[in-house]
């Protein structure tokens, strides 16, 4: 195994999301579904050259903005999201993925890709959660009302009929211990093949504690204790180098990753779910539905290369 120290990494780190601005002659696709997505709203004044495109609406199957001419875009039909991209007419884009739903944002991660666009994605990270007000085990944080159930994210469908018993399956773990637990409940992947991965070192200093104790009903149900790996939470890269060290490991198994955790770390399972050619990687999501204001305030905001990391 590479150590991580040894592998290059993409990401531009700014301390608050005051630091940083688009560069010039880019577009900007975001949503403002979290509370700190709300400073964006500033820089369309101060970024004139900058095509901003917003995402007023994330349904199930579709998204709509407020670029003219567009209309409602299914989630489902490549072509049809290509349009929006057609439509800034930019080489650089900057997508903002800190108030996108993950069936929103992770088809267009892959069809900008597949356009060969120079594609930034951003995150800020939140500076709180929200606490359950009356928390049992795996509901320390008040983060989601319902789950919708287990479905493909759009433009990540498989096809798979592999034996069972010769399936990996990922979890990279978050807060809410009840969505670990329903997953395993419901994929039923043998025991000694749950492989959890926890955000070390976290937004904050106390957060791997958190992910520890709100999970710990089903790591203990399941022993999946034993096979935990850590890759920083804000980092879709080291992420995705973990990813890769633990497919080697279960080389002959089919792959199912659950990116219930952090979004970078989501982010890097769905950069893998695209780069991956000679084995099949499958997206297991159970599609929550969030909380209004689930989280306040903001810390850092991050950029991730990813075309250049996928090149």
Known sequence: MTELRNRPLFTS????????????????????????????????????????????????????????????????????????????RKKRIYLDITGLSHHVWAPLVRVALDKNLDLNVVYVEPANYSYSPSPRKGEIFDLSESIDGIAPIPLFA???????????????????????????EQIDPP???????????????EYPFHAYMGNQPALEQTRAWRNVHF??????????YVLEDIMRRYSSDHI???????????????????????????????????KPKRTTGALRLLVYAVSDFVR
């Open 158 to 184: 498989t096809l798979n009929d592999t034996d069972e018993e010769r399936v990996c399956f990922i979890a990279l773990l978050g807060f809410e211990g009840t969505r670990f637990a329903y997953l395993v």
């Open 231 to 240: 890759a920083r939470a804000n980092c879709p890269f080291s992420l995705y």
């Open 256 to 290: 199912k990753i659950a990116p219930i955790g952090t979004k970078p770390h989501a982010l890097g399972a769905v950069l893998l779910a695209i780069t991956t050619t000679t084995r099949s990687i499958e997206l297991v999501y159970d599609h929550p539905k969030r």
């Open 13 to 88: 780190t700014f301390e608050n999301p005051g630091s940083f601005r688009p560069v010039d002659d880019s577009a900007y696709v975001f949503g403002l579904f979290e509370e700190r997505s709300e400073h964006i709203q500033s820089w369309t004044s101060s970024c004139p050259s900058v095509h901003f495109v917003k995402i007023t609406s994330q349904g199930r199957t579709s998204i709509e903005t407020d670029a003219q001419g567009l209309g409602s875009l299914s989630l489902r039909n490549q072509s049809d999201l290509s349009r929006l991209f057609d439509h800034v």
């Open 191 to 205: 025991g000694g093949k749950i492989v959890p991965v926890i955000g070390v070192p976290g937004f904050q200093l």
